[in-house]
Structures are given as C-alpha cells and as structure tokens.
C-alpha cells in the first residue's frame, strides 16, 4: 500500500488531513494577514479545527446519541464526552471573538485603521516619542559612534604617534 | 495621531431591513416559536439532547432576529441593557449558588445528592441548566447589544464575562 | 473592608473543623462566586472591598492547604462527588499549593495597593467591572495550579486568559489595545494548541485525568499520535510561559496594562503556566521520556539560555520602566525554564523557588513602578530622577528589588540563583552555571542605570515637578505598604530561605516521582 | 619545605575561636567604614566630615581587639562562608587600610561632595572585608564591592571622559570579580573547599584565580585600567584609588601564591615595564601611576621570591608604598586643584607659592626613590636583598635598573617639574590646611619608618631580625642615586636637558648611556605598537559585538522591538514543527 493510500484511504484518517488543513488555514490567516478582523477569522478556523479534532474524536461508526433507551441493550453509543468538552470550547471561542472584536473596534477609535503594520508604525513612532524624553547613556541618538580607544601613548617623537 | 472618523458602524442596513415586510412578518411569527423551543431543549435537557448552553443560545438568538428586523432599541424595551448584565450575573451565581449549597450541605461541590436523596440530581440538573441557560442568553443579548449598537462613544463590550 | 474580612475569617475558622476538606473547591470558588457578584452590585466601593476580602481568604485558605499538603500528601476533592477517572478530580499536590499559595499572596496584596489617579480607561462608575475581571483571572489561574483535570486546566487557563486580556486592555495609553490584541491571538493560540494537545492524548488513553493518564500513557508512549500531543501541549504552555521566541507578547501586555494589572499578572500568570507546563512533563510523561527518549533538554535550554540574553540585553535598552521590567521577566523565565530543562532535583527546586522569589520580587517591583507613575506622572526610567531624596522609601524599594533581580546574596534572587547553578553542577554542565553568571551581568547593568537614575541623576526643569505640576513627594501609605511588604518579603526570603527552599524541594522531588532525578 | 611549614604557622593559627570572649564584643572589621559610609550618605556635610576622620579611628580601635586566630564562620545556603579570618598578615594589611582612610579623610575635608566621601568610605571599608575573607566566597563579595565602590571616585569627577574611564575600570574590575567567582567554582569542584588558602600552581583554578587577581594587581598587558582611571578620577579620588585595590590584590597574591616562581618574573617585568612609558608621560598623575605599576612589580618579585624575606619585603613595602604614593598623589592633587592643570609642560615654579606642598612632595619622592632613612629604602632593599639571597642575578639587576628609574621619573621628574623646572608664571595659593596635615602626617610616616624601621618590622607576617642599614645597601643606594642626580644636574646645567621637550629621555641611571634613549624609545615604540594592534583588534571585536547587541536588542532591534502578532505565531508552528520533528527523530533513534 502507498503512502498516498496509507494516509487518505484508509477508513476514518481522511478526516484528520480535514482538520490539519482546516488548521493550517487558520494560522496562515492569522500570519499571512495585516488586517486585525481577518486575523481573528484566522483565529476562528483554527479554533474550529480543533473543535473538529474533538468532535472526530468522538463519533463511533454507527453509534447514537448517548442517551438511555429503556428495554435496549447492547446499543453502541458516540462518546460524549469530547462533544459536551466542545460545549465550554464554543463558549471560550465566542467570548474570545466577542473580545477580540471589542478590541478592534476599540483600536479603529483609537488609531482610526485596522492595518497591523500600519498599526505598527503609529506604536513605533509612539515609543520613539516617549523614547525621546529619555536619552539612553550608552545609545545616544544619531549615529552610533565608534567604541572610545583606550588611550594608549606610543614613543615620544620620532618613536610612533599617540592616539 | 488618530483620524477620527464617523460612526464605525452605520444605521443603514437594519434602516432598510426595517422596510422589508416578508421578513418584518415572518420574523415576528417565527419569534415566539423559536422562544418556545428555546425552553423546550431548556426542559428537555434532563432526557435528551439539549441544555442549557444550547437553549440560551437558541433564546438569544430569538432576540437577535427582532433586533435585526426591528432594530436594537424595540429589543431593549422588553430587555434593557441593565437586565441583561444583572441577568448574567443571576445566571452564573445560580450555578455557583447550587455548588455552594451543596457545600453547606456537607457535600462536595455540586454534589447534588445532597439536595434531596431521591430528587437531588433532578433539582441540580435543572438550576444548573436553568443557571447556564440564562448566563449564555443574557450573554448573547449583551454582546449583541454592545456590537449591535456601537457607535464611538459606546460602552465597552462586556465580552469578558461571557464565561 | 477590614471587618468584613475579619468577619468572613471568622465563619471560615468556625467552620473550619468539619469544613477544611472542601478548601480545595473554595479556594476556586471563591472567587468564581465573587466576580458575579461584583458585576451584580454594580458598585466601586463594594467591588473594591469584597475583591481584597477573597483575595486574603483564598490566600488564607491556600495556607492551610499547603500546611495540610505538608503533612498529609496529596489533596483530593472529587467535584461533584464522581469519583477520580470519571469526575473531575481537584487534586492539591505539594507544588500546586505552592504555585497558589503564591498567586493568592500577590493577589492579595496587589488589590490592597491602593491605586488611585485615573489608571484605567474604565469610566469611575463602571469601575467595578475591573475587580469583576481580575476575580475571575484570579479564579483561573488558582483553578489551573488545582484542577487535575487536563480539560478542566484548559478551561480555567481560558478563564484567566480571557479575564487578563479584558484587564490589559483597561489600559489608560491607547498602545494596551495593541498589546491585549496580539495577547489575545497568542494566547488564543497557545489555548488551542494546549486543547489540541489535550485531545490527541485523550484519544489514546480515553482519559482527561492527569494520574490516570499518566498510568496508561506508558503503554501507549511509542505512538506518533502521543509524540505529536505532547508537541502540542508543550508549545502551547511555552506561549503562555514565553519562552524565548514566543515572548513577544508579554513586554507589550505587561507595560500598557493597568498598574496593578501588572504587577498581578507579571507575579503570576507565567508561574501558573510554569506549574502546569512542570507537571505535565514530570507527572503525565515523565522526566525520562521526555529528556531521555526524545531529548527535550537539547530544545528548551537553548532557548532559556537565549531567553536570558535576549530579556536582559533588551531591558538594558528600554526608556520605560515597566517595558524594562517586563523584558526582565523574560530573562527570568529563562532561569525558570532552565531549571526545569535540567531535570534535577536541584534545577527544579530553583525554578520552583523562583516562582515565590521572583513573583514576590517583580510583583513589588511593579508596585514601584506604579507608586513613581503616581506621583511624577511618568515611568521613565528618566522620571527616577533624584527620587532617591524625595520619594525614599519608594527608590529604596526598587534598589532592593533590583538587587534580587541581579541575584545578589541576601535577596530572594540569589537563593533562586544559587539554587540554580548547584543544578547546573548537579547536572555536570558547568558551562551552564558560567553562563547563569554573566547573564546575571547584564541584569547589573539595566538595575545600575536606574539605580544611577535615582541616587544621581538631577530631575531637569519640569521634571523637578511632579503629576498636576505638584513637587514630588513620597507615595501614599496605601499604595506604599503592600509595595514594602513585598519588597520586604525578598529580603526577608533572601535571608531565611529555609521555609521557601525546602517546600520547593519537596515540591520538586514529589513531581520528579521522589526519584530524585 | 621550610616555607611551607612557617606558612602554616601563622595562617593556622593556634587555636579556633568561635564568637566568645572578647570577640563577641567586637564588631567585624569592616563594618565600622562601611556603617559609615552607608551612614554618611544620609548624613549632613558637618557629620560626613566628622565621619571620614572618626571611622577610621574607631575602625582601628576595634580593629586592635582582634588576636590571630580568630575565626568567624556562618552558614549560608548549604555552605560554611569564613567571613573573618584574623592573622598577621591580615591584621597588617587592614591596620594599613586603616591608616589610609584617615589620611585620605583629613585629605578630603574641605570637599563637600557626598557621592565621594561616601564611596571613600565604602570602598575602604571593602577592602578590609577582602583582607579578612577566610573563603573564596566572601572575597568575591568584598572584591566586587570594591569595583563597585571605587569607580564612583572616577565617575565623580563628573565628565564625560572620567565617565568612559569609569565604566571601562568598572567592566575590567567586575570581570575580575566574575574570573574569581569562576575560580572558587572550580576549587570547589577541584578540592571540596572554599578555604582561601595557599596554593599550588596547576590546577585550573589556581590559575584562573591568578588572573582574577592579576587583572586587579596590573600584571603586565593587564595593566591598562590603572593608567587609564587614576588620571581620570578627582584630585581626592586618586588618593583613595591609590591605596585600596592594589593592595588587595597584592594582600591576595600573598596569601594565595606566597613563593610560586612564575611571580618573580611577572614582578620583574612589571617593575621594568612602566619605566618606559613614565619617561615619556606628560600626565603626572599618570607618571604616577606608571610608577605605582613599578612599586607593585618589587611587591609581587617579593611574593614570588617567598616566605620569609621576600614576602616579608612585599608586605612591608606595600605598607609603605600606600603611605608615599598616597603622599605624592596628594600632593599632585592639591597642585592639580590649585592650578586645574596636571601636565608637566603646562606646570613648573610653583614652589614659589605652594613651598609646604612642594616640601612634602619631595620628601615622597625621597621615599619612593628609597633614599636612605626614608621609608621606601627600609622595605626595597629586602626584596632586592632576598633576590641576590636567592641567586636571581638577572632579577637582581632588573630590580635596580627599575631603581634608578623610580629615581628618575618619580623622584625627580615629578616635583621638578611640577614645582621647579621652568616658571609658569602660575601663583596658586597653598594647598588647603586638612590636604597639608594629611600630607603633614603621611611625610613624617615616611620619615618615621624610614628611621625606626623596627616597629614595621615587628608587625610583618615572619619574623625578622633583617637590618636595611648595613655600610653595602647605604652605599650602594647612594651611589646608584648620587649618580643619576650627577648626571641629572650635569645635563640641566650644559642645557642638554630641555625641561619643556618632554620626549627627551632622562634615563640617566648608571648603566645606560647616550644610546639608551634612542634604544629605549624604539623600544617602546615597538612594544606600543603591537599592544596598541591588540587594543584595536579588540576594540574592533567590541564594536563589532556592541552594534550587533544594538541591532537585535535595542528597541528598534529585530529582537528588541514588538514583533507582529503575525510573526510570533509564525515562531509558535514554527516551534511547534521543530518539536514534532525533534521528537520524532528522538524517538525513532
């Protein structure tokens, strides 16, 4: 059997190669994109991704709702217990998108753009400002200037010349 | 540094959402149903699938859709902001409550039985729910609320409490 | 505030008899059921009271659980009373009850700091949604050292995660909103791949207990899945923890973030992560799969070492206190992580150590930093100038902390420190030991240049006056007290170091499986 | 070996004494200078000035309750620290220090400024931490708050290149200090003790420890930091340098490597060396200091050479050396604070209005160039002495070239031209009144050893029944001096001696002749030019490393500024891909 094969044709591993793209998706996005709001969809995909792991997890072929039916026995149930996790993971990523969506907009108040490296610049030249009110003793503006020789005296005339 | 600018969200779609009267129809006939169901999966949780979490949400979204098509301040009148940040609150205390008085009990936390030996995970079950369901409704509404009505110098999203 | 926390003291002593078995769900709850109640009453003054109040009993009550450790070994609290595999477990083991015996005492006394001026962008009526939010960070980070749960840490590492990017963004400069936003993505990150990581291993064990799991793991260890959870797990507590090349969140979030904002989460949120990165590599995968079979130590030195370096060399740097400070936290956790990379007893005992030394040290040290802002308006390192004669108590505080900082003998610092490289001996790595050494260096200088700042540095023009144009006078008892006592606590720890060494010891020998390396 | 065993006479001691009897009532030595000085930073000027001359005092006389053999130990984190360790070579070294903080505190009296007299104070109060520190641990503490202390004595001169001198003198001092802590890891690895003790040359941390001290005693291509800062601290500042650090490091040597050979060529060098490069100098603090580097070079010869007449030599002579050389920097001080001017060719005729200062000067010149019945005569002549003794004949003669150099540069070059010469034209007023009782005492000091040597010589760690006065030293030394004034006189009188040209070369001693000069100045021009190379190669290879700390680390720094959010999440897969691949390949090995 193939690689190829191996990996996608056998039963039920198809689905891990679904969530692995769908995860790498969401950091691309979350890396590749300047802009706060596509970042956080970034984020969303990811965390979707990971919702699905649980989820995969979970699902027994052919298996029901883990739910008591009296006079059956012998009934194969899905494991719930990775879709009830999945509950508080839902929550997590909604209170997490509800803040990071507060933010954002908090920031177009404050910045007026959602570009991170525009954003970046305006932080940037922030710092520089306050960096400003406090010149560094061993970084002073301007050029870097050249390491202080330690003085050093060679011969008195004809010998050599100071420095 | 920042530029100003206007509103970040404007009044408009929901302005002309508010002309369309299929949907302004629709919406209010589908409103008390979707409430209704809402409570069923509340109730029907201690049998089957559902819970609170997922009623809340159900609930909340009930409310979202009368916001869209009717716009936030109709929404506000039944549940004013005030309401749904109280509500949160009662929610999550509700849930913690029943910990704290199984503890008092002389059980473990959320040791249900201690509330009744025969009925106690019945009684548990349900505040709990009810606790969580009106946490994640009241939750919904609050975000909806914060996002649904933004305009610069609106309060802050209370998307931390979301828990 | 004093007689509502003496009168809860009280309940909890007349309980305590029949009662203490439950501290383990208290010291969560707690908080959990306080920050609700914050948000309900919608009051400052309230909020204020009942925070400082819960903040002392969940430390009181985090003593008792560590006395109670001590003595009887692990503590254990089936929530809900569903025994362990099945139920979650609250499991209190010797280094957990230390890690919240630590975040307790910085909470406690970070909320008794007084923090007046406007340090929060929160409007003074809605003040109270802060002590809302810090209870619940509160709440996560004591649930993550307790819950022995995987699951369960994930939840409550949310919790606190959520809680601290809301606090951070609090932030009165607008740059907060920046540092809580690439906060929020990096840690949601670092979330998701502790989640997933959690998942992998739970689909081999079909457990989410940390003992239980840590029995069926072996069986199961030569899995590509398991190799792969681990990784998961590992880089997503290093995010959290800020190991050197995903560090960049923290200087940000800990400079724009409310003062006590940061000084609570600088003393805390990273030793949180610590502990439960220590466990999960002791207790659920063991020192010896972990440095042995897939050599760990070969990754996470490096870059500890590279952490020192890189934090103490930016900090020597910075124009801002508080950004100097927090790149001096990374640098810190880079002797943190070292010591746990060293897989011995003593390597571990210093990185434990340097949970309470350094949370103790940094959390007062922001303290400074807050009462300077407060007073001269500024936290330049310029605006230390000359307040060695006019705010004493205040610049003696700093030099003091900055001696622990650097590791001088009498501080905390120093026994961390020394504990640290008798590791690095230990381990036959002397190299190690001489690099610890010239780190400390640079430590030297960024203290030396506020030092230099204080005592002989001339306040110019303006700078001579204070906020509001006021002369610069010593900070308010109430924000000078918890700062001293903190700072005191170094001293005091730095010099009789016997009662912190030897629970870290114990603490580092119970998760290495009382093998002793 | 006979040194050996004399050795451990005195450093074991009799018996060990643990806290009772009168040493409970004592406080550790160094503790009266450094609660002085942590009290005079807070203290108003009128108690400041009160405290540079009563805590010295007071330090002596607690100093004087302690007897041989006492030892006080505490425990800290495991280890058994020696935190004081009292015999006689000890007790000698501190009872100097002591003598040289009051002689620099009346010195400094009609100075106001704080930041000196406090780090004065300290930093002598270290020194007598170091000198008692019976492990390796405790001297590393007091050995870097000795850098530490000092270099506020250059800094507060409050310049710009005082402030660079500073912290070069601070990085070379605290990686001395680093070498020693690096050093007492390996003796503890090597021997299971940090007992200060001495030791062999050969085990690694013999030599590292070596180099520790090396650096802060100006072994030969170490040396650069002394000549560097002491021109560059205060008039007040140079009298204090002057008198601490070395001397430790010569005390540590003493202690650590009494009688290994490899010293004896080390001093020599270090003798020879700064001859050199002081004829030429123009700086004459820096005159001085070369000849301090030269003194030192006799004391570390008289370690080397070992126990008995040789170390005996070192201690006594750097005993004196302190009282002297601190007698000439002082005298340069006021000079340099009368006239803010310290070069030798700006200088000249001052005896007109500073006639005290100059006498007092020249009876250290007198004392440095060992002129019979001055101090430096009575402590030289040993280690010469013990040389010849030994059979070093080439150590012997270099000892003596280095002689007549002193004379040269340090005995007359230095008041002639500061003083005499050719007339200025400046009229400085007389030094202060507290700088001329310093001086006042440090000269009578001088002359009092010089004449009474005995009471020296009781104090020394062995017993001793040598006398300097015997008919050969007295003529010998006089001879060797006569000469070289002779010829000094001979050249000023025929004007072949040109005061002003200050490259022109007065070797004048008794071997060199007309070519000397020329020889020594392409000698010195070669010497320089190579250490000159090292310099630069290094300060390049510091440049190098400084812009590339700048560039990762300073804010706009790829490792120092905010990455984006983006960037840090590309770290975590990338982190994250590297473990998987890590883990993978450690677990399929």
Redesign the interface.
């Given at each position: 059997m193939s690689l190829l094969e191996a990996l996608l044709v056998q039963r039920g591993l198809w689905v891990y190669w679904a969530i692995i793209t769908l995860m790498m998706i969401g950091l691309y996005g979350v890396i590749a994109r300047d802009h706060l709001v596509k970042k956080v969809m970034g984020l969303n995909v990811f965390q979707s991704s990971a919702i699905l792991l649980y989820v995969a997890i979970g699902k027994v072929r052919g298996g029901t709702a883990a739910i008591l039916l009296e006079g059956e026995e012998n009934v194969l149930y899905s494991n719930p217990l990775p879709h009830v996790l999945m509950l508080t993971a839902i929550v997590v990523g909604i209170a997490t998108t509800a803040l990071a969506l507060a933010l954002t907009v908090r920031i177009q108040e404050a910045y007026g753009t959602l570009e991170e490296d525009e954003l970046a610049r305006l932080r940037v030249r922030e710092d520089e400002e306050e960096a400003a009110l406090d010149p560094h003793p061993f970084d002073p503006p301007g050029e870097p200037e050249d390491v202080e020789y330690p003085e050093v005296k060679v011969g008195g005339g004809a010998g050599g010349a100071g420095v | 540094m920042a530029d100003e600018r206007g509103p970040v969200v404007d009044d408009e779609p929901p302005m002309r959402m508010r002309e369309q009267i299929v949907l302004q129809v629709g919406g209010r006939l589908l409103t008390p149903f979707i409430l209704l169901f809402a409570l069923y999966v509340q109730f029907h949780g201690d049998f089957g699938p559902g819970g609170g979490f997922q009623a809340g949400v159900l609930f909340a979204a009930a409310l979202v859709l009368f916001g869209l098509l009717f716009g936030v301040d109709r929404v506000q009148q039944v549940i004013p902001v005030s309401v749904s940040e109280v509500m949160i609150a009662v929610g999550v205390l509700l849930y913690a409550g029943v910990g704290v008085t199984t503890l008092l009990l002389g059980s473990a936390f959320l040791d249900y039985d201690a509330l009744s030996a025969e009925h106690g995970q019945h009684w548990g079950i349900l505040l709990v729910e009810a606790g969580v369901g009106i946490a994640v409704a009241a939750t919904m509404t609050r975000l909806y609320y914060a996002f649904g009505s933004l305009h610069p110098d609106s309060e802050p999203a209370a998307g931390e409490h979301g828990e | 505030m004093a007689a509502e926390s003496v009168g809860q003291g009280l309940q909890q002593v007349a309980l305590s008899t029949a009662f203490d078995v439950h501290f383990p769900a208290l010291e969560v709850v707690l908080p959990l059921v306080a920050a609700p109640l914050c948000f309900l009453f919608r009051s400052r003054a309230f909020a204020r009271i009942l925070s400082a109040a819960v903040a002392w009993l969940t430390f009181g009550v985090a003593l008792v659980l560590l006395q109670k450790v001590l003595a009887e070994g692990t503590v254990r609290y089936p929530l809900g009373g569903w025994a362990a595999p099945y139920g979650i477990e609250y499991r209190v083991t010797v280094a957990g009850a230390w890690v919240i015996l630590v975040v307790s005492l910085v909470a406690a006394l970070t909320l008794l700091f007084d923090s007046r001026g406007s340090a929060s962008r929160l409007a003074p009526e809605r003040r109270y949604l802060y002590y809302s939010a810090f209870l619940l960070c509160l709440a996560g980070l004591l649930g993550m050292a307790i819950t022995g749960d995987l699951f369960n840490i994930f939840v409550f590492l949310e919790i606190s995660s959520l809680s601290s990017y809301a606090l951070i963004a609090l932030g009165r400069d607008r740059r907060a909103l920046m540092a809580s936003y690439s906060y929020l993505i990096m840690g949601t990150i670092g979330g998701g791949f502790f989640m997933i990581g959690v998942g992998l291993l739970y689909q081999m064990t079909g457990t989410l207990n940390v003992e239980d799991m840590a029995q069926r793991l072996p069986a199961v260890l030569d899995t590509r899945t398991v190799l792969v959870g681990f990784a998961f797990l590992l880089v997503g507590l290093s995010i959290k923890l800020a190991v050197f090349p995903l560090h960049q969140w923290l200087p940000n979030a800990y400079t724009f973030a409310p003062p006590r904002v940061s000084a609570f989460l600088a003393g805390t949120a990273t030793k949180v992560s610590y502990y439960v990165m220590a466990e999960v590599v002791f207790v659920l995968f063991g020192a010896h799969f972990v440095f042995t079979e897939i050599g760990l130590g070969a990754v996470l030195m490096p870059l500890s070492v590279a952490a020192m370096f890189v934090g103490s060399l930016a900090a020597i740097y910075q124009a801002d206190l508080r950004r100097l400070l927090a790149y001096s936290s990374i640098g810190q956790l880079g002797y943190m992580t070292l010591g746990l990379s060293l897989a011995n007893v003593e390597g571990l005992t210093s990185g434990l150590v340097h949970v309470f030394n350094h949370g103790v040290t940094k959390s007062g040290l922001f303290l400074v930093v807050a009462c300077v802002g407060y007073r001269t308006g500024r936290t330049t390192v310029r605006s230390m100038a000359g307040l060695g004669t006019r705010m004493p108590a205040t610049s003696l505080a700093f030099v003091i902390g900055g001696m622990s900082l650097i590791g001088v003998p009498g501080t905390a610092g120093f026994v961390s420190k020394w504990e640290l490289i008798r590791g690095a001996l230990a381990a036959e790595r002397l190299w190690l030991a001489a690099v610890v050494l010239v780190s400390s260096l640079l430590a030297v200088v960024y203290v030396w240049r506020v030092v230099e700042m204080i005592y002989f540095g001339r306040p110019e023009g303006l700078e001579s006056l204070g906020r509001d144009g006021e002369p610069v006078r010593e900070a308010p008892f109430s924000m000078l007290l918890p700062t001293l006592i903190l700072v005191a606590a170094t001293v005091v720890f730095g010099l009789w170091s016997d009662p912190t060494l030897s629970v870290a010891r114990s603490a580092a020998v119970e998760l290495l499986g009382g093998a002793g390396g | 070996m006979a040194a050996t065993e004399t050795h451990a006479q005195y450093v074991m001691g009799e018996t060990v004494r643990l806290l009772d009897g009168p040493l409970q009532a004592l406080l550790h030595p160094a503790l009266p200078l450094l609660v002085a000085g942590v009290v005079a930073a807070l203290a108003p000027p009128r108690l400041r000035k009160a405290l540079l001359v009563l805590a010295p005092l007071w330090g002596a006389w607690n100093l004087l309750g302690f007897t041989s053999g006492d030892l006080v130990s505490a425990e800290?984190?495991g280890f058994e620290l020696i935190l004081l360790r009292v015999d006689k070579l000890a007790f000698l070294f501190a009872l100097l220090f002591h003598l040289a903080a009051l002689l620099a505190g009346i010195y400094a009296l009609h100075s106001d400024d704080r930041?000196q007299q406090v780090a004065g104070l300290l930093y002598a109060g270290s020194a007598v931490g170091a000198v008692f520190a019976g492990d390796l641990l405790v001297l590393f503490?007091f050995w870097e708050l000795l850098a530490i202390t000092s270099v506020f004595l250059i800094?507060a001169r409050r310049e710009t290149a005082s402030t660079?001198s500073g912290l070069?003198y601070l990085l070379v001092h605290?990686a001395s200090g680093?070498l020693l802590?690096?050093g007492a890891?390996l003796h503890w690895?090597e021997f299971g003790t940090l007992v200060f003790e001495r030791m062999d040359l050969g085990s690694a941390a013999s030599w590292v420890l070596l180099l520790a001290i090396g650096i802060k005693c100006c072994f030969p291509l170490l040396h650069?930091w002394l000549v560097?800062a002491y021109p560059a601290a205060t008039e007040l500042g140079t009298v204090y340098l002057a008198s601490f650090t070395t001397k430790t490091a010569v005390y540590a040597l003493a202690r650590g490597y009494e009688g290994c050979e490899p010293l004896i060529w080390i001093g020599m060098a270090m003798a020879m060396f700064p001859i050199f490069?002081a004829v030429?100098?123009n700086d004459l603090r820096r005159v001085l200091g070369y000849s301090m580097i030269n003194q030192i070079g006799f004391m570390v010869c008289g370690v080397g050479l070992g126990a008995g007449l040789g170390v005996n030599g070192a201690v006594a002579h750097a005993f004196n050396d302190v009282i002297f050389k601190g007698l000439l920097f002082m005298s340069m001080g006021a000079v340099l604070l009368r006239t803010g001017r310290i070069n030798g060719s700006e200088l000249g005729g001052l005896y007109k209005t500073m006639p005290q200062t100059a006498g007092l000067c020249m009876v250290g010149a007198a004392s440095i160039s060992a002129f019979p019945l001055f101090s430096g005569f009575v402590s030289k002549s040993m280690v010469m002495t013990e040389a010849a003794h030994e059979g070093y004949v080439v150590v012997w003669l270099a000892l003596l070239f280095a002689s007549a150099g002193v004379f040269h540069h340090a005995g007359i070059k230095i008041p002639f031209f500061a003083f005499f010469a050719h007339d200025s034209g400046l009229r400085p007023k007389e030094a202060p009144l507290n700088m001329r009782v310093a001086m006042g005492i440090a000269a009578l000091l001088c002359i009092a050893i010089g004449c009474f040597p005995n009471a020296l010589y009781a104090l020394l760690p062995y017993a001793t029944d040598y006398h300097p006065y015997d008919t050969t030293h007295v003529v010998q030394q006089l001879q060797l001096l006569f000469f070289s004034a002779l010829a000094f006189v001979t050249l000023m009188l025929t004007g072949i001696y040109p005061p002003e040209l200050?490259?022109?070369?007065l070797d004048v001693d008794w071997f060199a002749r007309r070519a000397a000069p020329r020889t020594l100045?392409?000698l010195?021009?070669v010497g320089?030019?190579i250490?000159?190379g090292v310099?630069?190669g290094l300060?390049d290879v510091?440049?190098v490393v400084?812009?590339v700390?700048?560039w990762?680390?300073?804010?706009?720094?790829r490792?120092?500024?905010?990455?984006?959010?983006?960037?840090?999440?590309?770290?975590?897969?990338?982190?994250?891909g590297?473990?998987?691949l890590?883990?993978?390949l450690?677990?399929a090995l």
């Open positions: - | - | - | 800290l984190a930041m503490f800094w660079r070069r605290i680093v802590l690096i890891a690895i650069t560097d490069y030429i100098e200050r490259s022109t070369n100045r392409v010195a021009a320089g030019a250490w000159y310099l630069a300060a510091l440049k400084r812009s700390v700048r990762l680390h300073s804010p706009a720094g490792l120092g500024e905010p990455w984006p959010t983006g960037t840090t999440v590309f770290w975590a897969a990338t982190l994250l590297l473990l998987l890590f883990s993978y450690g677990s």
